[in-house]
């Protein structure tokens, strides 16, 4: 008798299982394109934030290379590097890399450094700073990303790759000083990876091979 | 026995999800930073109550009393994964905002509190009017939290528009002081607890002020009497 009534509601739940698995599915199925194609679409819109898309004729999402540096660029992941060429020629790397130390852990960012080693950019993917605070690196909440614009690793110098409390050229925020001193040290540090490793970052060519 | 009327009463007032049985606070309170989260989650979650009490109530007879939840269970987290799916699909950016709290809608106990307390023993229309009023109720509350919060934090309203309604909705932020330096309370956690206590303590001196402009009228058998005090 017992059996019974378990094998009774055991399939009653089999059916809402099947029945609920075939409807997510079903919808999975109709919306995966359009989500991949959202996400490919918001990250492209970054990227050309950073890269204008007058500035290179290469498809920037397959010419992508995985390289990994814990050191240099704060994770122990894969970070992706979307290469911009133009006529086969190197443009610019954009390196999708992690700022560990952050207020509230890691902060994701996008850095676009120019084939002569100077930034085209820097932006915040994801973070979890303070609001209010720590948020200033946001484009829509300040300018202050955009001072990282043109800078080099001899503009300024080693010494003034530090916020200003420190003794550095970037400013801080009022109330918020780990989160803009954790940015500016992944975007230096991104910058001494790109200077060290730059051939090996363009050589590895899927599309047209090119000695820079 | 339950008027229409009332069931919309309850949802909307008397017994609102947000004020009065407190239920599923924690997207509440997490969310309700502007107007446009609050609203969005409000959607959300309004659709979901609707989805899982008509579904609820469609299969009430059928279901064996000893598997209920689980089949509620199975039956609400089915709906919020393909909202969320739909969600990512057609309304990327705002979903990337909600992001983690649409899934949280699962464990919303105010959806299975009205598919075990309601739907399960009502008609399907009946269901209907009621997983359309407690969402309503509740889409209200955050809406009106999320605008408290977003005029005292950040001093506007309407923010960042465009991530439901287009691009063309960007221009409907309002500024209400120039260069205002925010309250960074009102944006953080507490002062959403803050901004729900007030909410909670206006809705009940509302209460209180026509019951005493009742007295003296003999005042009808009230089935929600939990609700008052």
Redesign the interface.
Known sequence: MLYR?VF??AS??LV??VV??G??AF??DS?EE??AE??RR?LLNSLNELVPSDRYDNDIFSDILLVRNPELLGTNEPVPVYRARKGGWPVAAVLALVAPDGYNGRIRLLVAVNLDGTLAGVRVVQHRE????GDGIELNRSDWILGFDGKSLSNPGKNGWRVKRDGGQFDQFTGATITPRAVVKAVHKALLYFKQSKQHLFEQAPETSTDS | MNSLQNIMRDGLWTNNVGLVQVLGICPLLAVTGTFINGLGLGLATLITLVASNVTVSTIRKLVRPEVRIPVFVLVIASIVTIIELSMSAWFYELYKVLGIFIPLIVTNCSIIGRAEAFASKNTVGRSFVDGFSMGLGFLLVLVTLGTLREIIGQGTLFSQAHLMFGEAARSMTIHFVDSYQGFLLAVLPPGAFIGLGLLIAMKNVIDKRRESRAVGIPVPANQTTQAAH
Do not use: E, M
């Not at chain 1, 303070?130 to 605070?133: H, I, N, R």
């Open positions: 009534t009774i509601s009653f739940l809402f299982a609920g698995s409807l997510v919808t999975f919306t359009r989500i959202n996400q918001a303070t609001p209010g605070l």
